[in-house]
């Protein structure tokens, strides 16, 4: 299996230019279903989850061309077949559930693998049901799949009990076609959900209010919906991720193609520890020279501090002064990356959804595990300041959500490759 080979690094310097983001393209993806016309989206990221959404998208009859040196991706969904989204391919990436709205609102059925749990939690689909339920579909759930069939979709109010991304992406999805005003309330307000929200307008549905807690689709009928050419958002969590890189090993890294308003809790808590930031145009300047103090973080949706920088955070604050507590309220495993940052030497502690993380911890190279994506981030980010060599293996799940990870790292200074075991 490959593994990552990491030395203890230097400052990081120089430049690096941001992808686009894997959890705006997917639904983005997902979305261009609804329509027959081609949709064309530029600014794509090269990721393995992109590659397994072409193939879900292709096994529903859509045409999909993607060319990663333009990184963009052409999709004309003209017919669509009958859809059996097998486990072997939902179960390499939960995201396949996101096809659901779309094509139950295309089509009036969908038949798709429960997701099952991962390594952060048993993630459930259960909000995304109850949405669909309330638009007038049927659900079945037998042998791990769930069906879902309607005669007629109609719009309604529904209120989510937790401002799910995924759950507000396909009931907006599923609402599109719709008879009526389909109201959204407690929804996730993420930049993805924006993003997502101005490609469905983009070709011809009729949404408001994206990015606040209360979203209104307006349905609108099939033979509305057009062609459109849309650019995904920069990646937010892998801007935040190359911050904490520049932060942990104390470096001066410009990062290009960020939107700084998109990683203000990151920017504030950076702050609090004594990192500078400076924003111009696009771009972000991250520069710490001094020492790094410990400081407190809770995770929380959308506009809170995202949960999907937990882990990296939580490398830098083992190096910091003093001892810092973080708070994971997202997902209920969201821990593992404990064990394999304490067998590099931190004591980090559990107690309940918080972990004691103390500071000023001299981490020693090991062999570890990525047990999810974010995880394996934090130990690329461990290895880079542990002394000695770091081993990562199962890196499949870093390259699932990180575009050219070793290159853009390599290119700033870090002593990182990949071998093939
Ligand atoms: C999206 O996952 C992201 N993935 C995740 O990023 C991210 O961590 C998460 O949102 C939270 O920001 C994509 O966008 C592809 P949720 P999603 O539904 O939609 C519970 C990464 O690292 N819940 O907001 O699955 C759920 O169990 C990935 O890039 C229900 O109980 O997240 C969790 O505890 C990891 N019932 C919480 O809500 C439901 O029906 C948040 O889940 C749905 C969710």
């Known amino acids: 299996m490959p593994k990552y080979i990491i030395e203890k690094n230097g400052p990081l310097k120089g430049e690096v230019v941001m992808s686009g983001s894997k959890n705006a393209v997917l639904p983005i993806m997902a979305a261009s279903i609804l329509t027959s016309k081609q949709c064309t989206i530029t600014d ?83 909000l995304h049901l109850k949405g669909f339920q309330a638009l007038g579909a049927e659900i079945e759930l037998e042998h791990g799949y769930v069906e879902a069939r309607a005669e007629k979709l109609i719009g309604d109010k529904i209120y989510l009990d937790f401002p799910s991304v ?8 599923c609402a599109v076609l719709a008879q009526g005003i389909t109201t959204i309330e407690n929804a996730a307000e993420e ?7 101005n490609f469905l307008n983009s070709i011809g549905a009729k949404i408001k209010g994206a990015g606040t807690d209360t979203i209104k689709i307006e349905g609108v009928s099939k033979s509305e919906l057009t062609g459109t050419k849309h650019a995904i958002i920069p990646d937010r969590i892998e801007t935040g991720t190359f911050m904490v890189a520049a932060a942990v090993t104390r470096g001066n890294l410009l990062i290009k193609n960020a939107i700084a308003d ?5 920017i504030a808590k950076l ?54 507590i973080i ?29 004691v993380v103390p500071g000023e911890q001299m981490l020693e190279g090991a062999q570890v595990t990525a047990t999810d994506l974010r995880a ?45 075991d």
């Not at 924003?279 to 949960?307: H, M, Q």
């Not at 999907?308 to 003093?322: N, P, R, V, Y």
């Not at 997202?330 to 972990?355: C, D, P, Q, T």
Request: glycine share 8%; charged share 25%.
């Open 262 to 266: 998109h990683v203000k809790p990151i």
């Open 271 to 324: 702050k609090e520890c004594g990192v500078e930031i400076t924003e111009t145009d696009g771009d972000i300047r991250v520069t710490a020279n001094k020492g790094v103090k410990a400081t407190d973080i809770k995770t929380l949706p959308y506009p809170g501090f995202p949960t999907d920088m937990q882990a990296q955070f939580m490398t830098l604050l083992t190096s910091a002064i003093g001892t810092s």
């Open 191 to 197: 930049p993805e959900i924006v993003d997502l929200a």
């Open 44 to 126: 794509i990221p090269k990721l393995r989850d992109v590659d397994v959404m072409c193939q879900l998208l292709r096994s529903v009859g859509a045409e999909v061309n993607i060319d990663y040196i333009k990184k963009e991706i052409s999709i004309t969904c003209d017919t669509v077949s009958e859809l059996e989204a097998p486990y072997e391919l939902v179960k390499q990436m939960r995201a396949s559930n996101l096809i659901m709205g779309p094509l139950l609102s295309r089509t009036g059925k969908v038949k798709i693998s429960m997701p099952g749990g991962c390594a952060i939690g048993a993630r459930p689909i259960d």
């Open 327 to 355: 708070i994971e309220t997202v997902f209920e495993n969201r821990y593992m990356h404990i064990g394999e940052l304490n067998r590099m030497g931190s004591n980090i502690k559990i107690e309940g959804r918080s972990a």
């Open 166 to 173: 995924g759950a507000t992406e396909n009931i907006m999805m």
């Open 376 to 420: 394996g981030a934090a130990l690329v980010l461990a290895g880079l300041i542990a002394e000695g060599t770091t081993e990562i293996s199962d890196i499949y799940h870093i390259e699932r959500g990180y575009s050219e990870f070793v290159e853009k790292l390599s290119r700033i200074g870090a002593k990182i490759r990949k071998v093939e």
